[in-house]
């Protein structure tokens, strides 16, 4: 026992690199030494994977393959790091690695695998590891209703019948104009269609610095877009830059009835976890200092929208009558639920949530108004008619002032991947939508089009 405490000891001192020889001369002291080294690596890894730093965790889990290559630990972190990078084919490689070297290398990794396959679109192997893991779980109910896992395997079925029955839709991808290698996202198109904003995080950004609080990429900043009225093509997006962007993050949201930007801000020590701003536009063409949405109008409703908590979208309708955004506050039916504030003959009303007809248990991330205010989008993790992860929504008001039960645009608007921020052209026929489609992808989440004039 001495030994072994001494062994852990000197381990946990020793300053030599990680690969450099061992400190006992018989081997099975070595194999004790390296053995304990290697559960301190994937340990190591394991937290700079919880912490965000998908990229630094890989490094980490690599230096241990680079010594054990059937290491479950290892091969199931970087599964893992893949799956949250969006990168499901290696991410699958090496959960199945993890799995074949140790079927208990993890209680999640049935769970894991299940949600590689639904990424893949491989929906019979998912539900068998989706109920192989419910199987796993058996007896423990709270445990299997926390993993949402019942959800998924509805998703999967779900998926299954939608694909089979494709939507009348055309996807255009908006090219390389628009898009890069790295994300593009929260598309939003001017009233008058001639403006095109989005978000991107490239190393162009303001500051050029990286997230190190939270994922270790580029902040987000906002571009823009001009239509060409000739040749109907968008230019090249540039970094709006000036007063819009900061070193932290900032985002496009959409414009107000008059044209000015409604813009996404996380600013340390000046924002809370997000807060919601408007910038307007002088005659010159330059955008002004953004201040929080109805500062200049009703700044005891202007704190109420923008909490403590997270506030990441918001839409308007044409008449600048109603405002839609999302917030994480507590009260909710979820994590992050939509909100509306509506105005009054004598300002504004307090923000409502707008309800379970929207809201869901989980998270609504993405709003959108139509102009006429009689249509929302919206984004959702949270409804069994799903094609899995987000997936688009429509609502229609109804002649009560309700909002009706929400539709799934379907396929192949929604596929088994990610579809969180999506915008509509003024005459309602064209979304403007940041998917992972493969239609001519770029790298990672691209700008997309879609005609749904034919979409019933």
């Known amino acids: 026992m001495k030994t072994l405490l001494l062994l852990v000891t000197v381990t946990l001192l020793s300053v030599n690199t990680f690969a450099e020889g061992y400190i006992a001369s018989d081997d099975t002291s070595k194999n004790l030494v390296q053995k304990v080294k290697l559960q301190f690596k994937v340990a190591e890894g394991t937290t700079q994977f919880y912490a965000y730093n998908y990229r630094g965790a890989l490094n980490t889990f690599r230096e241990v393959l680079a010594i054990d290559e059937q290491n479950a630990g290892a091969n199931f972190g970087i599964a893992q790091c893949q799956y949250a990078l969006g990168k499901m084919k290696l991410a699958k490689e090496y959960a199945d690695k993890a799995y074949a070297s140790d079927a208990n290398v993890d209680k999640s990794v049935l769970l894991l695998l299940g949600n590689i396959e639904h990424r893949l679109s491989n929906l019979?192997?998912?539900?068998?590891?989706?109920?192989?893991?419910?199987?796993?779980?058996?007896?423990?109910?709270?445990?299997?209703?926390?993993?949402?896992?019942?959800?998924?395997?509805?998703?999967?079925?779900?998926?299954?019948?939608?694909?089979?029955?494709?939507?009348?839709?055309?996807?255009?991808?908006?090219?390389?104009?628009?898009?890069?290698?790295?994300?593009?996202?929260?598309?939003?198109?001017?009233?008058?269609?001639?403006?095109?904003?989005?978000?991107?995080?490239?190393?162009?950004?303001?500051?050029?610095?990286?997230?190190?609080?939270?994922?270790?990429?580029?902040?987000?900043?906002?571009?823009?877009?001009?239509?060409?009225?000739?040749?109907?093509?968008?230019?090249?997006?540039?970094?709006?830059?000036?007063?819009?962007?900061?070193?932290?993050?900032?985002?496009?949201?959409?414009?107000?009835?008059?044209?000015?930007?409604?813009?996404?801000?996380?600013?340390?020590?000046?924002?809370?976890?997000?807060?919601?701003?408007?910038?307007?536009?002088?005659?010159?063409?330059?955008?002004?200092?953004?201040?929080?949405?109805?500062?200049?109008?009703?700044?005891?409703?202007?704190?109420?929208?923008?909490?403590?908590?997270?506030?990441?979208?918001?839409?308007?309708?044409?008449?600048?009558?109603?405002?839609?955004?999302?917030?994480?506050?507590?009260?909710?039916?979820?994590?992050?639920?939509?909100?509306?504030?509506?105005?009054?003959?004598?300002?504004?009303?307090?923000?409502?949530?707008?309800?379970?007809?929207?809201?869901t248990g989980n998270d609504e991330k993405c709003v959108f108004i139509s102009l006429d205010g009689s249509k929302l989008y919206f984004s959702s993790n949270g409804y069994k008619n799903s094609l899995g992860s987000y997936d688009i929504y429509m609502s229609q008001k109804t002649e009560e002032g309700t909002w009706s039960e929400a539709v799934n645009l379907g396929y192949p608007i929604n596929t088994v991947k990610e579809e969180k921020t999506v915008s509509v052209s003024p005459d309602g026929n064209t979304l403007y939508i940041s998917a992972y489609y493969d239609k001519d992808n770029l790298g990672s989440a691209d700008i997309f089009t879609i005609d749904i004039s034919k979409l019933k």
């Open 124 to 359: 019979d192997k998912a539900i068998g590891y989706f109920e192989g893991y419910k199987t796993s779980l058996k007896g423990n109910e709270k445990r299997i209703a926390e993993s949402e896992v019942d959800l998924f395997i509805a998703q999967c079925n779900y998926a299954k019948q939608e694909m089979k029955s494709p939507k009348d839709v055309v996807v255009k991808n908006l090219g390389d104009k628009i898009n890069s290698s790295t994300p593009e996202f929260a598309p939003c198109i001017s009233p008058d269609g001639k403006t095109l904003l989005f978000t991107s995080r490239r190393s162009d950004t303001k500051g050029g610095q990286v997230d190190k609080n939270f994922d270790f990429q580029y902040y987000t900043d906002v571009y823009a877009s001009e239509l060409d009225s000739v040749t109907g093509e968008w230019s090249k997006g540039k970094n709006v830059g000036g007063k819009i962007n900061t070193e932290f993050h900032d985002g496009a949201l959409g414009f107000t009835p008059n044209g000015s930007m409604l813009i996404y801000r996380n600013i340390m020590k000046v924002t809370g976890s997000g807060d919601i701003y408007v910038s307007k536009k002088s005659k010159s063409g330059r955008w002004g200092n953004p201040k929080p949405l109805l500062e200049k109008e009703d700044k005891k409703i202007s704190k109420k929208i923008n909490s403590s908590y997270f506030e990441s979208s918001a839409s308007m309708t044409a008449d600048g009558k109603a405002i839609y955004f999302v917030s994480e506050r507590p009260g909710g039916l979820g994590r992050a639920d939509i909100y509306e504030v509506l105005k009054t003959g004598s300002g504004w009303g307090e923000p409502r949530n707008i309800g379970p007809m929207i809201n």
